[in-house]
């Protein structure tokens, strides 16, 4: 349909299609004038495109009937096309318009499509306005008429427009239907096959029906007529059990009530007997009873776990049965009985002691199950008694009471001095003292009935429990008694016995000891009497200890324990270990007054005079007494003799802080005309050690029985501590003093006897009184300050050593330097100066040595040289000074290979050979040192070890440029095969 551009202007109702069928969408669009100008403004556009505008539709019907088969819901009206009020199909949605239709949407005026009656209405509105411009009415007539051609040919332009894009719509449609007509006729033939398998599938499922509900009539229901069956033959066993326990319960019950009956006619008729009889035929009696009460302990064990095991079925078990209901009390009842009776024989059994009556009522109880829980109630009481008795025997507060007395003090309150002239002193002294005499003798008859009489009876109880337990075992099931109980108890009752007297012992004397110092010291030390000579102890540890001895001995009987000297049982150890307070304060008291002797010794602010030997002899006795006194116990015993040691031990570790370590100390000077005060101080420390370590090596060699030999070790042990503290810290530099002195003085040798020049200018240094050369009057100054001063201060036993240790050092010191000595042209001078000196020595070591015997008596004190060799020595090295070389070669044989004087007369080999100054630098360490340097440092070599040093030699001595002979003898001295 197409109008013509001429025509005129009609209501925009003429511009529908008459017979389009999208009238009812026009209907409701026509009702929107703004979408109606919106599609006006799109036909007007100068770029409008017909075929574009119809593409933009289809594709936009496309993509929403994607939408639609992808959801599987059929199209909504909204996806089909619209018709716009100015009667274009569009799309629903206005979002799919063209921007440039947008643009001109929204730019242009829109155009009105009202009727002429609403113009006119719209006119005759505006009448008072028109009224009140009336000068210009026909100005805006001429626009109105302007404003109306135009629209008229707009509306031409847009109605031809429209009509081109129906034409083009219409042949999209048609070329849509003619590309999809083939698919949709083959999905059309598809479909009527599928719904040809879809019948047969159909009556296959209804045949299958048909076949699963034979089976049912077939399987399931003889199924559940077999479950049901079931269900009746689980009933009828279940009956048949509960009848079958029924009869066994009855049978049960009917055997424990004719058990029952026997037993009560056995004790009517042991009661009707006589009373003197009774006593006789006790045992008997109660092995009876006790097999009697075994089995009804048998049988009421046997129908409770049957009761017990039918408690978790609850009523429908043997408990709902009437009968059963009936016997029940019964049950209990004889079960009340025979534990009466059980426990009855268990306290005549543990009274009487007797194994019998008390393996019965055992035996009773394990019939019963009750075992354990029996053994470890007996131990519970036992142990019980144990801590009521202690406490009852330690309570102050009771004794207080009985006596009617306070308790004692230790110290008595100050006498005024009206009291003191007034004669009341001496009464109230003896009023104290019969308050502690009362006090002591009540609290030790405590003591003693607690442990000699109430615990001797509970251990014996105890350990017949026990021995019962051990020896029982169950005929039938073969278990043992006491493996059984230990299962509860964890422990043996002995065990558990001992462990718990020692704590009570130890808890409540430390709770009396605590309240009162006067009670702690009368466990402990004891309490001197105030009214007597020399204080008479009352009470005390070892008081204590006797009681203790008397109840192991007590106990030995029926016991396994020992407390002798050569074994001390482990539960006694564990009793005596909760004493530990109260003899720790015995010992402390034992031993104080050494503990105070020995640290005054070693005071480090004590510098007067030391009386050696009576102080230690004082110590060492008060060791012995300390030791003497507690031999009866071994482990108080070494319980003194660790303090003792201790407190040797002690002042052997302090003696280094009391040694005078100034100058004057150790200083060994010829020209001091008596020791110093350092050196005496020092003499005094060694002879109160020395006479110490004498005294305690006599004690222990009377300690000779087999229980003392801990003691004799330990004594022994603190005597070695001694011997090595002294010697390290007093002895050993002492000798290292004098050592040094004399080697700092034969040093001088080489330059008063063989220095360069010294015998042309000056001629050899003699002493003008004796002809010896001055660096050996110097030497033999210092032995003889060492004899007539130092020596006699120290024991003489440790002078015989001291003296012997001094020469040997001497000695091998001279023979090392003469060996080193360079012999000048006038060698004859020098060695006979030599061979005086050597005399000189001589005689001044043997003042020194003296008339001592061969063996040295000073043992582990001080080195002990070999002073037999010493004199020997010498007196080959002055025959070898004056023999030619092939001469020395018998002498040679007899030197001690690689020994100090073998190295020394290997050496003079050499000087005389010459090539001492070869040697001494190959075997000097210090390449830049002097002679004298390289020689004393060869001395000192040699005094320690020979074994480097031989090897230094005999590197050195192919450089040496010896004759053979020389090297022969060399070689003989000093082996090369040892070196």
């Known amino acids: 349909m197409q109008a013509a551009p001429g025509l005129p202007r009609q209501p925009s109702s003429s511009l529908q299609p008459p017979s389009s069928p999208l009238s009812t969408d026009h209907v409701a669009s026509s009702a929107h004038p703004a979408l109606a100008s919106g599609d006006l403004a799109t036909f007007l556009q100068p770029s409008f495109d017909a075929a574009a505008y119809v593409s933009q539709l289809i594709s936009g019907v496309d993509a929403q009937l994607g939408v639609a088969r992808s959801t599987a819901q059929p199209p909504t009206p909204s996806a089909k096309l619209a018709v716009s009020p100015g009667g274009l199909l569009q799309p629903a949605s206005p979002g799919i318009l063209p921007a440039s239709a ?262 009773t109880a394990f019939n019963l199950g009750t075992l354990p829980t029996l053994v470890k109630d007996l131990l519970d009481d036992l142990t019980e008694v144990v801590r009521e008795r202690t406490a009852a025997a330690l309570d102050l507060d009771a004794i207080a009471r009985q006596l009617g007395l306070a308790i004692p003090s230790l110290e008595a309150s100050n006498p005024s001095y009206s009291t003191y002239r007034g004669g009341r002193r001496r009464d109230d002294a003896s009023a104290r003292q019969q308050q502690q005499q009362a006090w002591s003798d009540a609290l030790w008859k405590r003591l003693e009935s607690l442990i000699v009489v109430e615990m001797g009876a509970v251990c014996s109880k105890v350990y017949l429990l026990e021995k019962v337990l051990k020896l029982k075992t169950d005929a039938e099931t073969g278990v043992n008694f006491l493996a059984a109980a230990l299962d509860v108890l964890g422990d043996k009752p002995s065990h558990t016995f001992w462990r718990t007297l020692a704590q009570c012992l130890e808890q409540q004397t430390g709770v009396a000891t605590a309240k009162s110092p006067w009670v702690a010291q009368l466990l402990s030390s004891g309490i001197a009497a105030e009214n007597t000579q020399g204080g008479v102890v009352m009470g005390g540890y070892m008081r204590l200890l006797r009681l203790l001895h008397e109840f192991f001995a007590k106990i030995t009987v029926y016991t396994d324990v020992q407390y002798t000297q050569t074994h001390q049982s482990a539960e006694t150890v564990i009793l005596l270990c909760g004493l530990a307070p109260l003899e720790k304060g015995y010992v402390d008291k034992a031993t104080w007054r050494v503990a105070e002797v020995l640290s005054q010794v070693v005071a480090p602010t004590r ?24 031999r009866s116990d071994p482990l108080l015993l070494r319980a003194v003799v660790d303090r003792c040691t201790a407190l040797v031990e002690q002042y052997a570790t302090r003696l280094d802080k009391v040694v005078a370590e100034d100058a004057s100390a150790w200083l060994v000077d010829g020209r001091a005309v008596e020791a110093s005060a350092s050196q005496t101080w020092n003499a005094a420390l060694v002879r109160f050690s020395h006479a110490l370590a004498a005294g305690l090596t006599g004690a222990a060699a009377e300690q000779d029985a087999a229980s003392a030999s801990y003691a004799a070790t330990r004594l022994h042990a603190a005597v070695d501590t001694i011997i090595g503290a002294t010697r390290r810290v007093l002895l050993d530099p002492l000798v290292r003093a004098a050592e040094q002195t004399v080697a700092e003085r034969m040093g001088k040798m080489h330059v008063q006897l063989a220095s360069r020049g010294a015998v042309h200018q000056r001629g050899v240094s003699i002493d003008a009184t004796s002809g010896a050369s001055a660096y050996i009057s110097d030497v033999c100054d210092a032995l003889a300050f060492l004899r007539d001063h130092l020596l006699p201060l120290y024991p003489p036993q440790l002078r015989i050593s001291l003296a012997g240790a001094v020469p040997a050092a001497a000695a091998h010191c001279f023979l090392l330097y003469a060996g080193l000595l360079a012999l000048p042209e006038q060698a004859d001078k020098v060695k006979l100066r030599l061979a005086t000196d050597m005399t000189e020595l001589e005689f001044a070591l043997t003042q020194l040595v003296g008339e001592a015997p061969k063996q040295p008596q000073g043992g582990k004190w001080v080195d002990d040289a070999e002073r037999a060799e010493v004199v020997g020595n010498m007196k080959v090295f002055r025959r070898t000074l004056f023999m030619d070389t092939h001469q020395l070669v018998e002498e040679a044989k007899g030197v001690k290979p690689n020994s100090v004087f073998a190295v020394a007369m290997a050496l003079h080999l050499v000087s005389r050979a010459g090539a001492l100054d070869k040697v001494l630098a ?46 022969r003898i060399i070689n003989l001295l000093l082996p090369p095969t040892s070196a």
């Open 102 to 363: 947008q643009n001109a949407a929204g730019s242009r005026t829109s155009i009105s499509l009202a009727s002429p009656s609403a113009a006119a209405t719209t006119a005759d509105a505006a009448a008072p306005t028109a009224d009140a411009a009336a000068g210009s009415s026909k100005a805006q007539a001429a626009q109105r008429k302007r404003e109306q051609d135009q629209e008229e040919v707009d509306l031409s332009l847009a109605i031809s427009r429209l009509n081109l894009a129906i034409e083009e719509l219409d042949r999209s449609i048609s070329t849509q239907v003619t590309a999809n007509a083939p698919a949709l006729l083959q999905r059309t033939s598809r479909l009527a096959t599928m719904q040809h398998g879809l019948e047969q599938t159909k009556q296959g499922v209804e045949s299958l029906d048909i076949e699963v509900a034979s089976l049912r009539r077939k399987v399931h229901d003889p199924f559940q007529r077999l479950t049901e069956l079931q269900a009746d033959l689980r009933m009828y066993d279940g009956a048949g059990e509960l009848v079958a326990k029924a009869v066994k319960f009855v049978g049960l019950a009917r055997r424990l009530e004719t058990q029952m009956e026997a037993l009560f006619a056995k004790k009517d008729g042991t009661a009707t007997g006589k009373a003197a009889e009774a006593d006789g035929e006790d045992a008997v009696v109660g092995l009876v009873h006790g097999r009697d009460l075994s089995r009804a302990a048998l049988l009421i064990h046997e129908i409770s776990d049957m009761l017990d095991a039918e408690r978790p079925q609850g009523s429908d078990g043997l408990l709902a049965l009437k009968l059963v209901q009936d016997v029940v009390p019964v049950v209990e009842s004889a079960r009340k009985t025979v534990v009466d009776y059980m426990e009855d024989m268990i306290v005549r059994g543990l009274r009487d002691l007797s194994p019998v009556m008390l393996a019965s009522s055992l035996q």
């Open 607 to 630: 510098r007067t005079a030391l009386d050696a030997s009576r102080e230690a002899d004082g110590v060492v006795a008060l060791v012995a007494n300390a030791v003497d006194g507690v």
């Open 922 to 967: 190959a075997t000097a360490r210090a390449t830049k040192s002097s002679d004298a340097a390289a020689r004393s440092e060869l001395v000192r070599s040699a005094m320690h070890s020979t074994t480097g040093l031989i090897g230094r030699i005999h590197s050195a001595l192919p450089n040496a440029s010896l004759d053979d002979e020389t090297t």
